[in-house]
């Protein structure tokens, strides 16, 4: 076994190869940390002179490389499905392009049109938007950061390390043996050995440092028979914007421009539209053509600049009156990334597969945001639009599990902008709930691949229906896929009935379909509160687990929006639908005996869990939402163990 001879020799050489870690000092891990005397350190008080041990080897089932919302949803699945998990975030914070330091909000397929189509991404996503109704209500991008942190916290089997990035793979052969980061906050090298690893960090250093093919730029129309591709293959690559946000000062702000402000030639902009700008301006933006990994400095430095000469216009142009009494309260300094690598595997995705909803069997997650490829070279290139929207789906599209794991190595996945995709794929699969679908399925994949002891291509293989059903029961959804798992008793019961029926039936339940999609009720829906459901079996089964999935409305966005607006497409507050308190009943014996109960639910998915028992029914007591006068299900399922 030996290390892959990926970094050259020397500084000039790491920057050529554009991985030069975007945190940590500008030193040699190897050789710089030895080289420190201990004759120089004098801690007072102990009387040391030695430095200690900052190098660290840390063993793994799965290693999630990127804590974006792909990440997050990556590892939480992994830990959830019982392997030891680790995540690995190069910030001191979580959430990616949505966190604090960048504040994009989390779209996905949200924007279909019409909007009656709309039914938006649930599992792990759904959970986090939900929790974060339930502790962030003011919708303050900092205490976002926090819900996900506390929401990371409390899952088992899953370690989180911050400031950390992995700089490079250790390989056997086509296999990856361990991740060498780099620690900042402690001067710590980690060496994190595992078993599979899932870089969902966007640029994708690891990836790269394994070896694994990847792409860059734009594909011919040729290649993949894109009608919205250039002619021609060449470089360019989306941009990275950075935003702003702004307050209302209540009287007269005036505004300075700084130093290195770039003035904004409005005259000669091609269809940019500036309003509604309270919350930054998406388009300001620079593109590359050439690496964009190593030119992130360089752009980032005349992003800001061309932030501020657009907000100079806006303030001192007279074309804008209004925001005379708005002052910038807050100015991002780390750049929202749209595009680089992208790492090629079994699968490409292209646009037909989008745009004609190819069906594929292996498929795993979805997404239905538009065609939005940005405009070749952004702001710096006026004479074209902002984004070309080519294309606005009806539906949604799927992806396929081949696209999400390497072509060449072994034992490595990938979630996020940067899967196996053409760049006219990546400009509407890049939005990050859709990126937290690939997530989960990843993330559950790699659960799979650990206890099955085989690699993704396996399970692409032999396994697929295996994953397709636990991401169904995690309440992912895998479009054309009705659930049939052969372990849930529900779908065994005989009978199945509520004590009121509104609409939908309650056999609907049982369907595997566990949304209203396509035109067609799945739901079963109570008239009125306090309502029961119950399901008989003609002979006793053993049960320990019962799952119910309750109604959160899917037709309404609940990301954290900037301008906080409540209409028809999007609430700002707690899903007034979402089941709040219930109770579960067993009958044993002849006798009804509570086994679960819950009083202030926070989730679509309910799952109780309790000793084994022998039981003829059972009986869901349904007591109250947080303000909708009917209760609603959609699945409910039943488990021995």
């Not at 019962?546 to 609430?571: A, G, Q, R, W, Y």
Request: one cysteine or more; aromatic letters at 8%.
């Amino acid at each position: 076994m030996k290390r892959r001879d990926f970094f050259k020799k020397g500084t000039k050489g790491a920057i050529a190869a554009s991985l030069i870690p975007i945190t940590g000092n500008a030193f040699d891990m190897n050789s710089d940390l030895d080289n420190i005397k201990p004759i120089n350190w004098e801690q007072q008080g102990v009387g040391k002179k030695e430095i200690p041990n900052r190098k660290k080897i840390v063993n793994y089932d799965v290693a999630v490389l990127g804590a974006g919302l792909a990440g997050i949803c990556a590892a939480v699945s992994a830990a959830r499905n019982g392997v030891k998990t680790v995540l690995v975030q190069d910030r001191p914070v979580l959430g990616g392009n949505s966190s604090s330091e960048i504040r994009v909000h989390v779209n996905g397929v949200g924007h279909l049109k019409p909007d009656n189509w709309a039914e938006r991404e649930t599992g792990i996503i759904e959970e986090l938007l939900l929790l974060n109704r339930f502790q962030n209500p003011q919708q303050s991008f900092p205490v976002w950061d926090h819900v996900l942190y506390d929401y990371v916290h409390q899952v088992e089997n899953l370690d989180l390390m911050l400031n950390t990035q992995a700089i490079e793979a250790t390989m056997n052969g086509n296999t990856i043996v361990s991740a060498r980061c780099w620690q900042l906050t402690t001067e710590t090298e980690f060496t994190i050995n595992a078993k599979q690893f899932i870089d969902c960090s966007g640029d994708g250093m690891l990836a790269a440092s394994a070896g694994a093919i990847f792409r860059t730029g734009r594909e011919a129309s040729s290649e993949f028979n894109e009608i919205y591709a250039p002619k021609v293959a060449d470089g360019w690559q989306m941009g990275a914007t950075i935003l702003f946000s702004t307050k209302d000062m209540g009287k007269p702000m005036p505004f300075t421009p700084p130093s290195y402000t770039l003035k904004y030639d409005a005259e000669n902009a091609y269809k940019r539209k500036i309003k509604p700008y309270v919350g930054g301006i998406w388009w300001v933006e620079v593109g590359s053509e050439n690496d964009i990994i190593a030119e992130a400095e360089t752009n980032r430095h005349k992003i800001m600049g061309y932030m501020y000469g657009v907000w100079d216009y806006i303030k001192n142009s007279g074309e804008f009156p209004d925001s005379e009494n708005l002052a910038l309260d807050w100015v991002g300094a780390v750049p929202g990334r749209r595009e680089s690598r992208r790492f090629m595997g079994d699968y490409i995705l292209s646009e037909k597969d989008l745009t004609e909803h190819r069906h594929f069997e292996d498929g795993v997650a979805f997404g239905g945001w538009s065609i939005d490829e940005h405009g070749e070279g952004g702001i710096e290139n006026l004479k074209v639009p902002g984004s070309y929207f080519h294309h606005h789906f009806k539906k949604v599209y799927e992806i396929p599990y081949r696209s999400l794991y390497s072509k060449n190595i072994d034992n490595l996945q990938f979630s996020g902008r940067n899967i196996s995709q053409t760049h006219i794929a990546l400009s509407s699969s890049r939005v990050m709930a859709t990126c937290a679908t690939m997530g989960q399925a990843t993330g559950t994949a790699a659960s799979i691949c650990v206890k099955k002891n085989v690699n993704p291509r396996a399970i692409a293989q032999n396994y697929i229906n295996d994953l397709q059903e636990q991401l169904l029961r995690d309440d992912s959804y895998v479009p054309l896929r009705p659930a049939n798992d052969k372990n849930d008793l529900a779908t065994k019961a005989h009978l199945i009935f509520g004590s009121s029926t509104l609409s939908g039936d309650a056999k609907n339940l049982i369907n595997g379909i566990s949304r209203d999609i396509d035109g067609n009720i799945n739901h079963w829906q109570a008239d009125g509160l306090n309502a029961e459901l119950q399901l008989e079996w003609n002979k006793p089964i053993k049960l320990s687990k019962v799952e119910i999935k309750c109604d959160t409305n899917l037709k309404k966005n609940i990301f954290m929006h900037k301008l906080s607006p409540e209409t028809k497409k999007h609430t700002s507050i707690i899903p007034v639908e979402l089941l709040k308190s219930m109770e579960v009943e067993a009958r044993i014996n002849g006798v009804w005996v509570k086994v679960g109960e819950i009083d202030n639910n926070k989730t679509r998915l309910i799952k109780f869990s309790f000793d084994q028992i022998k039981t003829t029914a059972v009986r869901l007591k349904l007591k109250e939402t947080y303000g909708h006068k009917n209760i609603k299900l959609f699945e409910v399922r039943c488990y021995e163990s």
